[in-house]
């Protein structure tokens, strides 16, 4: 239970957040992530070195920081460029003031869809966490295009704090086009069942991610099956590391000279 407080004092205090950097990293080892995990933080790191700017993009990025696999290692290089993506306001302030050097890092409030239009979008709202004791640090990060993905959480105790509001959609191909982005180096996606959805918006003959970490645990066995497919289509090799599957391409691999990564 204190450590829940804890988690959330701290996500509430963004510049704190990066004081504690250190700290969450040496938690993190001592923890052991699973394996796939720790070979994608590796492939992060690498990428570090490898490349002299390397691009990220998150799509579903929450504030950016919390539950985040690699948020220490792009936050701490500054090479590393990057867009994040997130359609949920408050949570969106949040991300802009933790990724707060703008010459680094840019930011789209939309969600990601097949086509451009508007769609109705629901998340939860923060007078949750006044109103429910010992709310998980997730309940933020539950956004979603279906609102019986929140309600079938913690027994329906989120639904009178559930908002709906409209949201511009975009593919994700428009959107780096928009920010005029030339290379993706590492794709992070995490929407909460929408995942797939996303993945298919992204025109793989014209950006072609050198490294994926996408959710998937959210997703039906079809879904699942059709996200492995696309992925090994584009000459991906895929690890399932729990709740999400981590892939890398065959450029990576050369690049990488086979150090890490599945």
Known sequence: ????????????I??????LLPVVTLFRKRQGL????????????????????????????????TE???????????????LLIEPVPYIFVNLKLNFSDHRRFF????????????????????????????LPVWYDQLGSFDRNHIVNHLDGA????????????????????????????????????HDYEVLKTLDFSQYKPLV????????????????????KKHRYTVRDCGGDYFAVNEEAKVLLKGKVCT
């Open 1 to 12: 239970m204190f450590i829940k407080k804890l988690k959330t004092v701290i996500k509430s």
């Open 14 to 19: 963004p510049f704190l957040y990066k004081i």
């Open 34 to 65: 699973n394996t796939g995990i720790d070979s994608f933080r590796q492939c992060c790191f690498i990428l570090t070195k490898a490349i002299p700017e390397p691009f990220f993009v998150k799509v579903g990025a929450n504030d950016g920081i």
């Open 68 to 82: 985040d696999p690699c948020s220490d290692i792009l936050l701490e290089n500054p090479n590393w460029r990057g």
């Open 107 to 134: 930011f789209e409030q939309v969600a990601i869809g097949a086509s451009a239009e508007e769609a109705i979008f629901y998340y939860v709202s923060k007078e949750a966490v006044e109103n429910i004791p010992n």
């Open 158 to 193: 989120l639904e009178p704090f559930i908002t709906e509001y409209k949201i511009q959609v975009c593919p994700l191909t428009e959107v780096l086009k928009k920010h005029r982005i030339q290379n993706v180096h590492l794709l992070h996606v995490d929407t909460e069942g």
């Open 212 to 231: 994926i970490l996408i959710e998937h645990k959210h997703l039906s066995d079809d879904q699942k099956n059709y996200m492995l497919h696309l992925l």
